[in-house]
């Protein structure tokens, strides 16, 4: 499984995001400044993030991003899924529609299965909290 720029970049952003945010939104051009993004493409991330309710955006001169939830209540889990879609590392896991019949009942589905387990688990006990300490 390969993460792609979307879950590094929005990650490091939403980082950013959490460690400057106070009372007002914070602006997305700051964030593209500071982590050497485009702006361009944290405006699409920040799209996608919205729409999972990750974050609000604040319109208007003082406008920008805010946390759409406490920082203890926003997994890792939660970004990647928003940004990446499906995180299962093998399509016979959580796309079986994807899946041609021979490959799904083969007997490696267990590995794959597994292993989706595990990064599951992994990436809903980091939360975005744990990251800014």
Known sequence: MRFSTKSEYGLRALVNLAKNQGK???SLAKIAKDEKISLAYLERLFAKLKKAKIVVSVKG????????????KI?????LTALEG??????????ESL???KSCECQ????????DQGITRTLSLIKLSDLIK
């Open 86 to 95: 499906s995180l299962a590392p093998y399509t016979c896991v959580g796309l």
């Open 24 to 26: 007002e939104p914070y």
């Open 99 to 101: 899946c041609n019949k």
């Open 75 to 79: 997994s890792v889990k939660d970004i």
């Open 108 to 115: 490696t589905k267990i590995v794959w299965q597994k292993l």
């Open 61 to 72: 001169v003082k406008g920008g991003y805010k946390l759409a939830r406490p920082l203890a």
